[in-house]
């Protein structure tokens, strides 16, 4: 069964957080140093075809998350979490999206700064956060 990646509702109006996560949840996720995510209202958000599988686990704060991965290929493509911070958006993976239009802009916030590999620096402008 093929998924076929996230898609965001294009508007010229339409803004998201990208984020950049090194928690330690986000980087068993990917198997790297961190995750790059858009966090996206959940009516921006529409899969265009395909039934993902999920996955429930529980984040190092004690919040679920839930990973929405392709059945096919196993790749995460979205993630929901149950921090009401969290309530009412998606946190797409952004290696996900095939639309260039997407990756104009820069990082807007660094999660869990302090967790960051010594190898990588801060991104300039963003803000640091020691947590979510």
Not at 48 to 73: A, N, R, V, W, Y
């Amino acid at each position: 069964m093929k998924v076929t990646s996230p898609q965001l509702t294009t508007l010229p109006h339409l803004t998201f957080v990208k984020a950049l996560c090194y928690c330690s949840t986000c980087r068993k996720v990917t198997g790297g140093t961190n995750t790059t995510n858009f966090i996206v209202p959940e009516e921006k958000f529409k899969l265009e075809s395909g039934q993902p599988k999920s996955f429930d686990t529980e984040h190092e704060t004690g919040m679920t998350i839930t990973l929405h991965f392709c059945p096919g290929c196993g790749t995460t493509m979205w993630k929901e979490a149950s921090a009401p911070q969290f309530k009412g958006v998606k946190i797409v993976q952004a290696g996900t999206l095939t639309d260039p239009t997407n990756f104009t802009g820069k990082i807007d916030v660094e999660l869990y700064a302090p967790e960051r590999a010594s190898w990588l620096a801060a991104v300039e402008g963003a803000t640091q956060k020691e947590q979510l």
